[in-house]
Nanobody, 130 residues
Framework: QVQLVESGGGLVQAGGSLSVSCAAS????????MGWFRQAPGKEREFVAA????????YYADSVKGRFTISRDNAKNMVYLQMNSLKPEDTAVYYC???????????????????????WGQGTQVTVSS
């Protein structure tokens, strides 16, 4: 059974940093695109960042570019999201997602779409206070 489990969320002041992690189990995802999405109360789930199977390409939403960094450790089946210079508008539940199929580098349009991903974690809350 495939599972994605996020951890590392919490409460931080504006301007601070936080790192969230995603542990994958049940199969290896070293050849699959992994992504982070977030959902604030009353809003649609939105794309945050994605990383291709080799880590050779990373993609970011404009709202987090330059502040967030996605990375992965294929040996550990882990994906990370380092978040710096956090803002109150970054407050949301953060979800890890994995594509089931090997696609190489699908490009920004694909990796930013929820439809690409077959597996989702349960989410971890990130709250940024002003």
């Amino acid at each position: 059974q495939v599972q994605l489990v996020e951890s590392g969320g919490g409460l931080v002041q504006a301007g601070g940093s936080l790192s969230v992690s995603c542990a994958a189990s049940g199969r290896t995802f070293r050849r699959n695109t992994m992504g982070w999405f977030r959902q604030a109360p009353g809003k649609e789930r939105e794309f945050v960042a994605a990383i291709t199977w080799s880590g050779g390409s990373t993609y970011y939403a404009d709202s987090v570019k330059g502040r967030f960094t996605i990375s992965r450790d294929n040996a550990k089946n882990m994906v990370y999201l380092q978040m710096n210079s956090l803002k109150p508008e970054d407050t949301a539940v953060y979800y890890c997602a994995a594509d089931r199929i090997f696609r190489g580098d699908p490009g920004l349009l694909s990796v930013s779409s929820r439809e690409l991903y077959d597996y989702w974690g349960q989410g971890t809350q990130v709250t940024v206070s002003s």
